[in-house]
T-cell receptor, first 112, second 109 residues
Framework: NAGVTQTPKFRVLKTGQSMTLLCAQD?????MYWYRQDPGMGLRLIHYSVGEGTTAKGEVPDGYNVSRLKKQNFLLGLESAAPSQTSVYFC???????????FGDGTRLSIL | GQNIDQPTEMTATEGAIVQINCTYQ??????LFWYQQHAGEAPTFLSYNVLDGLEEKGRFSSFLSRSKGYSYLLLKELQMKDSASYLC??????????WGAGTKLIIKP
């Protein structure tokens, strides 16, 4: 049972490049989330999804887009990467919004 | 605005007890979570409080006072593997988690 799997684990991009981060969960969870974690700050919610085909904006959505075409997958896209998007990105999921979230191992993204 | 406050860093001795405090001001309250995060790893769930009082889980306990906007995580019989960051998160009226910046706990032999 893999839980929540994020790919890639590390990536270096140049300013202006685009990329997609993939999150896959095998727990049949309805809810999925994308966070970023920066030094000295709490986790900040980028986007989330309450079910297949749905997405919603979180606290810091600008510069990111998401899609949830399949229940088990939640994709985070950066259309034109900026140095301010250098961060560690975590995906999480839960079966119900009031339940604990299960996190992936994170993607360390550096934008030069 | 919504705010979660935790100490940035704490140091404790192996075998001792440590209390990590969390105070919050949020729009509504639907529960408080504690997570543990080892350096370079994912956060993992430790405890959940929605009613006032103490929840005990082995060496870890968590306390909540909703009237005071206050929680603490109590770690007993500290082990070196408890060196990690401890994250406090409050679920607001919209059922979204507001996260504190975390408390880095350093355990010394």
């Amino acid at each position: 049972n893999a839980g929540v799997t994020q790919t890639p684990k590390f990536r270096v991009l140049k300013t202006g490049q685009s990329m997609t981060l993939l999150c896959a969960q095998d727990m049949n969870h309805e809810y999925m989330y994308w966070y970023r974690q920066d030094p000295g700050m709490g986790l900040r919610l980028i986007h989330y999804s309450v079910g297949e085909g749905t997405t919603a904006k979180g606290e810091v959505p600008d510069g990111y887009n998401v899609s949830r075409l399949k229940k088990q997958n939640f994709l985070l896209g950066l259309e034109s990467a900026a140095p301010s998007q250098t961060s560690v990105y975590f995906c999480a999921s839960n079966v119900d919004i009031t339940q604990p979230q299960h996190f992936g191992d994170g993607t360390r993204l550096s934008i030069l | 605005g919504q705010n979660i406050d935790q100490p940035t860093e704490m140091t404790a001795t192996e075998g001792a007890i440590v209390q990590i405090n969390c105070t919050y001001q949020t729009s509504g309250f639907n529960g408080l979570f504690w997570y543990q995060q080892h350096a370079g790893e994912a956060p993992t769930f430790l405890s959940y409080n929605v009613l006032d009082g103490l929840e005990e889980k082995g060496r870890f306990s968590s306390f909540l006072s909703r009237s005071k906007g206050y929680s603490y995580l109590l770690l007993k019989e500290l082990q070196m593997k408890d060196s990690a960051s401890y994250l406090c998160a409050v679920m607001d009226s919209n059922y979204q988690l507001i996260w504190g910046a975390g408390t880095k706990l350093i355990i010394k032999p």
